[in-house]
């Protein structure tokens, strides 16, 4: 009887959250990738529960879930399907993500990795022609970018082991809104406008843009009755109903169809598996930082930046000051080389996480930091014996991702970041919804000019590297902090950034989310543009950095786990909110 009334209590969400679809966008605090804009958010308290996520109807359907007796599980489930209607171009079930579970009864704590895999017959000149690799716009739009996706494997997955209300009732609220209709918020109107790549796309460009080829206005009230569909299968027959049968048949026919093929089959579909894995865990301050391990580098590198600080002075000094951005570059250009080394899908080549993370190798990686003068770029240390026998690879990471954080009320933990990689993917579109092109986060060389091979080059069954960084923070031994971001390679600064902010500087967490973005990807010193950290760039460029002012609209969410209740921020970079009661 429980069960049953849980699944009408869901039901009826549906048709509310529907009716927010109008209701609650909002139309100013929107950052779309590449634009400009901020708006400030006030830090969001709770008592029971709270959901962070990209989107106000996201966000509104895993509270009502939550509400109704859902686990973070299924609060985080439900959500992601509503994300994939109202910000196509970041995440969806053509996709993948990494998504990190703490159990509050047992204490366990599990990363699900649902990342894309290389096709079978992937091989690892896939994006070269002629002696020459392409340029990254000749690779990412066409059937050769599309990866396995895995996103629908992963979900069923944690819901099998962690959920607590049907799996058909988490897609009610996404059906609801894909028949009846959602706003296009002013976000997504204006990554539209940017992407002129997908109106390209026949099928895409029908739902996207109007007869005149014209992204739709804010406000339009968009349907997705293909969505809808989908949707239904998947909650009536599980994931199967996408791995397998007419929907992959139908996937794989839209690869093979477009102007540049893929080699996606539907034999890469049904043998999709998603992992259940031990994280990557380090200790700093006091702290004890978890996150998903490789072919994720992203909590690896955060890991990194942050023991190399521990040697540092960045806890005493003013976060907008020319020192803590000198500081926190100069361990990111380490961290960087090394990921740029090290980091692949660990089932295809060693990633020596456990010499990455030695006190004593990030002791020794520290003293390289001169406190007056930048070192420009980093070399990769050689923490296990590897260096001579690697190749960098330098993969082009797009921010185009999004990033949830829930905690329910029985104290579990979900941190969740989920991608479709570029903006919109591949632009393929099919049943209503999007492709990855994760195929471009693999390296496009394969070997260096001596035969030494990329650890991330291309092979089949491969998963691609990866920057998310889903982290959970603990303090003496229970969850303290969860948190996580967009922003494709530039997600381990965003990252490293507000962890500095709450862990040393003592800011909560909207204070910690707002600060300025800063770092470096071992290239030139970011900072970002028509922030307070311009005033320090004569000082870093006196001190022989290479300064460049970044856009950097990072999507950040995070909670904060407290005795008394919890404490949540969203990026005011872009439209994301914080429910909770």
Known sequence: ??????????????????????????????????????????????????????????????????????????????????????????????????????????????????RETAPAAARPDRFWRDGKPLSFADSVNNGMAVGTPGLLRGLELAHREHGKLPWAALFAPAIALAEQGFA???????????????????????????????????????????????LKRVAAEGADAFYRGPIARDIVAAVRAHATPGDLTEADLAGYRAQAEQPVCGRYRGYRLCGPPPPSSGPLAVLQILGILEHTPIARLAPDSAAAVHYFAEAGRLAYADRDFYVADPRYADVPVAAMLAPAYLRARAALIRPERSMKTALPGDPAGLLASRAPDTALELPSTTHLVVVDAAGNVVSMTSTIESAFGSKIFVHGFLLNNEMTDFSSSWQDPEGRPVANRVEGGKRPRSAMAPMIVFRGGKPYLAVGSPGGSAIINYVAKTLVGVLDWRLDIQQAIALPNRGSRNKATEIEAGSPLEAVAPRLRAMGHEVKFESFPSGLQGIVILPDGLQGGADPRREGVVLGR
């Open 184 to 230: 296009v918020s002013p976000r997504l109107h204006e990554v539209l406008q940017q992407t002129p790549a997908l109106a390209r796309q026949p099928a895409a460009a029908a739902y996207f843009f109007d007869a005149a080829g014209k992204p739709w206005p804010v406000g339009h009230v968009l349907r997705n009755p293909d969505f809808a569909a989908v």
């Open 1 to 114: 009887m429980t069960r049953r009334m849980n699944l009408l209590a869901c039901l009826a969400l549906a048709a509310a959250t529907t009716g927010l679809a109008q209701a609650r966008t909002p139309a100013a605090d929107i950052n779309p990738e590449g634009a400009s804009g901020y708006q400030a958010k006030a830090l969001v308290h709770a008592r029971q529960e709270m959901i962070a996520t990209a989107n106000p109807l996201a966000s509104a359907a895993g509270e009502r879930i939550l509400r109704a007796g859902g686990s973070a599980i299924d609060a985080v489930i439900a959500a992601q399907l509503v994300l994939n209607l109202v910000e196509p171009q970041s995440s969806g079930i053509g996709g993948g993500a990494f998504l990190m579970h703490y159990d509050a009864a047992s204490g366990e704590l599990v990363n699900y990795d649902s």
